[in-house]
């Protein structure tokens, strides 16, 4: 039998696509990790890197995994023999890959990277819009022209590439917490059954995902979160019943206590009872989290039950274009002042469409930052003396949106007094990028991973209906 390690260090350096490179270089330097996860996807990102792709064949992934952290820690990552999984490959794992590979030639490092492939469905819209795939919230049906169309992939392609001998794994779109769960099946050799294990492993992936938000990042308690300059990445030391303890580098900032490890846990799952995921629908309603020393928590008691028989499949959609501009208003009486400009810009831009052949507006909106204006409260009524107007309008055709951006500015000597702090120039028209969420048989979806050119499929479990 094949010696199992009695625990696994798995720290998280990114919690999308942005965050900042210090977490990885934090990891790697002080973290004594075994596995380094990157998480970069969002549903949002898929869509940008489609418009990538479109422009430029070689784009399409995260480019800050190579720039900033593999490229310029590629000797730190050889030496320290930490292996990593990340989603940067995004709609295009292949040409990641081939980035990552130029960057550690030059850096004299050579590294084993697999990919996880599968998930992109683009090449087949068609035929799942001639199946009348349905979006799962409203019931429409799949739009036209899609930006891009993904299915959540699980953990078990992630598992395979590491048996397979990877040192790196590059995926697309799989679940967040799967970029831990797969070195945790890789490593304990818990099986597709170990439900209650599949759930403690993603419990795990999950609380790990979203990076400094674990460690105490917009924690409810901020005042008592010292350190925001220098943030802690969190780290995640697993053991093979699937419980874990989580911590972070020792005099970084952060604070790690059951209440930021639970706020976390509670983030984007729905029913705690029933968290559905494509290698397990897990039930954190039992979850204990207990304080085990210094910024050091431990959580247990993850349960879990087969998966369901289908993928979430995520699609983006260009819906029209929308412009937003900004200005700042200070004064007596700012709120009202701004309230009154903004209303009086969009009559004006309304007026000058109509007269240009332009259908009307499709959407706009008038927002006096600094009134209370998120939480309904009358502009007009707020004796706040420096205020933010901020415009915003969408329309199919980018031509209405360009009069809309030429008729800001004139309101500097038109309308209000006070009216200052333009930023920017002119507002450009900018994709309106939307949501569809449906799903899609297991079965349908193949999956392999690919190293050095060698192929494998991954066969997955069918699952529950």
């Not at 994709?431 to 991954?458: C, N, Q, W, Y």
Request: glycine share 12%.
């Amino acid at each position: 039998m094949t010696d199992r390690p009695d625990t696994i260090r798995i720290g998280c350096g990114a919690g999308f696509w942005g965050d900042t490179p210090e977490g990885p270089k934090q990891l790697i330097e002080r973290g004594a990790l075994d596995y380094l996860i990157l998480d970069y996807l969002a549903e949002i990102t898929m869509s940008i890197l489609a418009r990538m792709k479109a422009k430029d064949p070689a784009a399409g992934y995260a480019t800050d995994f190579v720039t900033h952290v593999a490229g310029p820690l590629a000797e730190q990552i050889a030496a320290s023999g930490v292996k990593i999984v990340t989603n940067a490959g995004g709609l295009n794992p292949a040409a990641c890959r081939d980035a990552l590979e130029a960057a550690f030639r030059e850096a004299g490092v050579t590294r084993k990277i697999a990919l996880v492939l599968g998930d992109d469905l683009s090449d087949r819209a068609d035929s799942l819009r001639a199946a009348d795939l349905r979006e799962m919230a409203s019931g429409a049906p799949l739009p036209d022209r899609l930006s891009s169309i993904n299915a959540y992939l699980g953990a078990l392609p992630v598992a395979r590439a590491l048996a397979d001998g990877a040192d790196i794994v590059i995926t697309g779109r799989v679940t967040d917490s799967a970029l831990a769960l797969g070195p945790l099946i890789h490593e304990f050799g818990w099986r597709d059954t170990d439900h209650d294990l599949l759930a403690a492993g993603s419990l795990a992936g999950h609380v790990l995902e979203c990076g400094t938000q674990a460690t105490g990042g917009i924690v409810t308690d901020w005042q008592d979160v010292p350190g925001w300059h220098d943030m802690g990445f969190p780290i995640a030391i697993c053991a093979p019943d699937g419980s874990f303890e989580l911590t972070k580098p020792e005099g970084t900032g952060g604070r790690i206590t059951p209440l930021t490890v639970a706020e976390q846990i509670t983030y984007e799952i729905g029913d705690p009872a029933s968290y559905i995921l494509p290698d397990v629908t897990c039930d954190f309603s039992q979850v204990t989290v207990t304080q085990a020393g210094p910024d050091r928590v431990r959580v247990s008691g993850a349960k879990g039950r087969a998966p369901t028989d289908s993928y979430k499949v995520c699609a983006t959609y260009a819906d029209g274009y929308r412009a937003t501009a900004t200005m700042t208003i200070s004064g007596p009486q700012a709120g009202a002042r701004a309230q009154a400009t903004g209303e009086a810009i969009l009559s004006r831009v309304a007026r000058l469409a109509a007269q240009a052949g332009f259908s009307p507006f499709d959407e706009t909106l008038v927002e006096v930052l600094g009134t209370g204006a998120a939480f309904g409260h009358d502009p007009r009524a707020c004796a706040a003396t420096e205020v933010v107007l901020r415009l915003s309008a969408r329309h199919a055709d980018k031509g209405a949106l360009a009069l809309f951006g030429r008729e800001i500015y004139p309101a500097a000597t038109a309308m209000a007094q006070g009216i200052t702090g333009f930023a920017g120039g002119r507002p450009a028209p900018q994709p309106v990028i939307r949501l569809f969420s449906t799903f899609i048989d297991k079965a349908a979806v193949d999956i392999e991973t690919d190293m050095g050119g060698s192929r494998h499929p991954v066969p997955v479990p069918g699952g529950q209906p």
